[in-house]
């Protein structure tokens, strides 16, 4: 079974910086797509990052383009999301994700299947 385990997150002033990490576990990592999503209270999950397995490809939100950036250790079947310039309407509940399928990529939430139990990344004004 798929384990996602996420840390990092916490408080930070506007401007600042987070990193985001999300330890996996359960099957070979360097075959899947690995994503970050968020949602913030009182709105829907969306999408912020997705890298493709090997490292090579990424995608983002235009809300985050330029100010953070998504890569993986497959060594340590972990990913990252280091978060950098941040706004206060980037807090939320932040979520990573491994896609359904191997060898495959998307931004929708619904071609992932695993998910972690999220953490949470508060931005003050």
């Known amino acids: 079974q798929v384990q996602l385990v996420e840390s990092g997150g916490g408080l930070v002033q506007a401007g600042g910086s987070l990193r985001l990490s999300c330890a996996a576990s359960?099957?070979?990592?360097?075959?899947?797509?690995m994503g970050w999503f968020r949602q913030a209270p009182g709105k829907e999950r969306e999408f912020v990052a997705a890298?493709?397995?090997?490292?090579?490809?990424?995608y983002y939100a235009d809300s985050v383009k330029g100010r953070f950036t998504i890569s993986r250790d497959n060594a340590k079947n972990t990913v990252y999301l280091q978060m950098n310039s941040l706004k206060p309407e980037d807090t939320a509940v932040y979520y990573c994700?491994?896609?359904?399928?191997?060898?495959?990529?998307?931004?929708?939430?619904?071609?992932?299947?695993?998910w972690g139990q999220g953490t949470q990344v508060t931005v003050s004004s």
């Open positions: 359960g099957r070979t990592f360097s075959n899947y797509a």
């Open positions: 994700a491994q896609h359904r399928k191997y060898y495959s990529i998307s931004l929708h939430s619904a071609d992932y299947d695993y």
């Open positions: 890298i493709s397995w090997s490292g090579g490809n990424t």
